[in-house]
């Protein structure tokens, strides 16, 4: 059983930021690429920013230059730091793990179970 938990989201002022984490924890052998995915209402779930378990980043062209994936492999956590919050921003946050439960090739794809972020005008 693997859970991703996250926290870190909530209501703020266009402008302002917010810092998303979410950890990792159950049974793990191994976790390789991590991200961030966030869904709008009446949107599909789009991707925000993922980073390589050596730490290669890529970014949605929306968030580049505001947004900052980071993780802590000790603590099986990936961070998102969001800075100049636009109300476009508005959405559910989902972090997402590939993981390995044992040696060898095969990846298990989980999910968390979402944090609002919220920006007001």
């Known amino acids: 059983q693997v859970q991703l938990v996250e926290s870190g989201g909530g209501l703020v002022q266009a402008g302002g930021s917010l810092r998303l984490s979410c950890a990792a924890s159950?049974?793990?052998?191994?976790?390789?690429?991590m991200g961030w995915y966030r869904q709008a209402p009446g949107k599909q779930r789009e991707l925000v920013a993922t980073?390589?378990?050596?730490?290669?980043?890529n970014y949605a062209d929306s968030v580049k230059g505001r947004f900052t994936i980071s993780r802590d492999n000790a603590k099986n956590t990936v961070y998102l730091q969001m800075n100049s919050l636009k109300p476009e921003d508005t959405a559910v946050y989902y972090c997402?793990?590939?993981?390995?439960?044992?040696?060898?090739?095969?990846?298990?794809?989980?999910w968390g179970q979402g944090t609002q972020v919220t920006v007001s005008s």
């Open positions: 159950g049974s793990i052998f191994s976790i390789h690429d």
């Open positions: 980073i390589t378990s050596t730490g290669n980043t």
């Open positions: 997402n793990a590939q993981i390995s439960k044992r040696v060898g090739p095969r990846r298990y794809d989980y």
